[in-house]
């Protein structure tokens, strides 16, 4: 299963951005999803996760400016960020965990999209 990471870039404090990650490959369920980002010097953090069954969980820091979001029938995962901060700047990673078609399971992460938020 692969993944194709988009819709990182530079952006001004307090403004927006949408990840977004596509699954392909033979894929018969989905059962978690997750954006991670490693800061320069850090180590990689969960941001966001959500589960096959709707359930989410946020990393304190960005809970009310972010939202993860998927479109399951195009195995699509998104993350909506608002309100961005210096502080948010930083690679970004989906993950996503499932099984295939033959009934392995899988857990795949995107290549990084960068988001650097500065004035």
């Known amino acids: 299963v692969q993944l194709q990471a988009s819709g990182g870039g530079l952006v001004q404090p307090g403004g927006s951005l949408r990840l977004s990650c596509a699954a392909s490959?033979?894929?018969?369920?989905?059962?978690?999803m997750a954006w991670h980002r490693q800061a320069p010097g850090k180590q990689r953090e969960l941001v966001a996760g959500?589960?096959?069954?709707?359930?989410?969980n946020y990393e304190d820091s960005v809970k009310g400016r972010f939202t993860i979001l998927k479109d399951g029938a195009n195995n699509t995962v998104y993350l909506h960020m608002n309100n961005l901060k210096p502080e948010d700047t930083a690679v970004y990673y989906c993950?996503?965990?499932?099984?295939?078609?033959?009934?392995?399971?899988?857990?795949?992460w995107g290549q990084g999209t960068l988001v650097t938020v500065s004035s």
């Open positions: 993950n996503l965990k499932g099984l295939t078609a033959r009934g392995e399971g899988f857990s795949s």
């Open positions: 490959g033979s894929i018969f369920s989905i059962n978690g």
């Open positions: 959500l589960t096959s069954g709707g359930f989410t």
